[in-house]
Every structure is written in C-alpha cells, then in structure tokens.
C-alpha cells in the first residue's frame, strides 16, 4: 500500500520561511516525479513544483517562482518544499503527490495517482 504524508506546516508571519516535508513508503520512490500543490479556501488546487524522478527537471509554478524550492532526496524517500518570504495569499493546504512517471509532463494532477492528506501553512499579516 502507497502511503504519502506530509509534516512541517504551521502558522508563520508574512516574511517568514517554512519547510514542508513528504514521505513516502510502499513504492520506489527513485522512479517516479513528485509533485506538490496547494488549495487554498474557494479556490482549485494548484500545482506548485514539481521535480522529476531524479532532480534533473523542475517545474515551478507561477506563485512559487523565485521563492520557493523543491528538492528530493532518493535515500530517505522524502521530497521537500522550502518556502521564503512567505506572503498571506500562500495560505492554504499544501499536498504532496507522487506521479505516474518520471517526469512532469504538464498534465496537472492528472499526473499523479498517489496523494497525501495535505498540511495546513498559514501565513499571518
């Protein structure tokens, strides 16, 4: 069974920076890209980054563009979403998801069939 789960959300201040991590256990992670999204109240999930199987290919959404990172690590099984000079119109819940292949193709969440519960980031002010 494929697990995906995401930890490191919180309440921070506008400005601040936040870490959200992603585990996932039940498949080889070191095949597949990953992908984060966020969805945030009254609005569609959007993608956000997504970093193929091996990092050689990232793709960053139009409101992670310049300030957040996306990166991997195929030892732990775990992706990450580094976020700086967070604004309030970041507030949402971000989820992490592991993709059908090894690299993005443009697809949107149709490219993903393994999806974790989402974290909530709130950015205050």
């Known amino acids: 069974q494929v697990q995906v789960a995401e930890s490191g959300g919180g309440l921070v201040r506008a400005g601040d920076s936040l870490t959200l991590a992603c585990a996932v256990s039940?498949?080889?992670?070191?095949?597949?890209?990953m992908g984060w999204f966020r969805q945030a109240p009254g609005k569609d999930r959007e993608l956000v980054a997504a970093?193929?199987?091996?990092?050689?290919?990232?793709f960053y959404g139009d409101s992670a563009k310049g300030r957040f990172t996306v990166s991997r690590d195929n030892v732990k099984n775990t992706v990450h979403l580094q976020m700086d000079d967070l604004k309030p119109e970041d507030t949402a819940v971000y989820f992490c998801?592991?993709?059908?292949?090894?690299?993005?193709?443009?697809?949107?969440?149709?490219?993903?069939?393994?999806w974790g519960q989402g974290t909530q980031v709130t950015v205050s002010s």
């Open positions: 998801a592991s993709g059908r292949g090894g690299y993005y193709r443009g697809g949107g969440e149709q490219e993903y069939n393994y």
């Open positions: 970093i193929s199987w091996n990092g050689d290919s990232i």
């Open positions: 039940g498949r080889t992670f070191n095949v597949y890209h």
